[in-house]
């Protein structure tokens, strides 16, 4: 496939295109059993073939530092030339082993919601968005995300002290897809959203809900 991609650039643009050919993406790479030989493969290609600029990678994570493994395995099987892109990097995988854990009874009492775990909350949060006080409390009132808030900021300057990233994004907005049957094993990709419309109320001015931990970081990583 790559070939073929590479084949169309060169028949449609030449020497002189200005895309950029990346192949990708690679995921789960903490995990030993995802350091393949296919994947070994995948990255003697991508270094052996000079029409690609390097490879891309899907670091979820399970754990904040995660990503080192994910570096530390494409760094060295990369051309001195290649960079890499991060299209999807988050801690959701974290997050997903916090589903189970009760909320602090503080927040729940404080803002007429039965007790119980924090899946619960967040379905009482789809089922009846939060005001933007109630959700930025929410974030708050978990100290396994409250701990991280820095996390945007944190994961792009460790990808920048590499000298080899070419492009970072990060999830803008929440969708159906994400919020539809949530419970206690569900992939909560909804808590790395920038703009929250499912868990909560459009503001005054009709703007959709904001993630508040996540914002002020991602304007500012716009300007360094």
């Known amino acids: 496939m790559a ?9 449609h643009g ?3 295109s200005k895309t950029r050919l990346y192949m990708g993406a690679l995921n789960h790479l903490d995990r030993p ?4 030989s296919a994947t070994e493969r995948w990255m003697a290609f991508v270094r052996e073939t000079p029409e690609l600029d390097g490879t891309d990678i899907h670091p979820h994570l399970p ?3 995660a990503d080192k493994a994910y ?3 494409i760094l060295p099987r990369m051309r001195g030339d290649q960079k890499f892109l991060a299209t999807e990097f988050s801690l959701v995988l974290f997050y997903q082993q916090h589903l189970t854990d009760p909320m602090p009874a ?3 009492r404080s803002n007429g919601l039965p007790g119980g775990p924090v899946w619960k909350t967040i379905k009482s949060a789809l089922d009846k968005p939060f005001t933007q006080q109630e959700w930025d409390g929410f974030l708050a009132a978990l100290p396994w995300f409250a701990s991280h808030k820095d996390y945007l900021t944190a994961q792009v300057g460790r990808f920048r002290a590499t000298g080899r990233l070419a492009v970072a994004t990060y999830g803008v907005v929440q969708d159906a897809a994400m919020s539809r049957d949530f419970g206690p094993k569900s992939t909560p990709w909804l808590l790395n959203s920038l703009f929250c419309p499912r868990t909560v109320q459009p503001g005054a001015d009709g703007r ?3 993630n508040n931990t996540w914002i002020p970081q991602f ?3 716009q300007h360094t």
């Open 3 to 11: 070939r073929r991609v590479i084949a169309y650039r060169n028949e």
């Open 14 to 16: 030449g020497p002189t």
């Open 33 to 36: 059993d995802w350091r393949t």
């Open 63 to 65: 754990a904040p530092g």
């Open 71 to 73: 570096l530390d395995y």
């Open 106 to 108: 503080e927040f729940t």
């Open 208 to 210: 959709p809900g904001r």
């Open 219 to 221: 304007q500012a990583l």
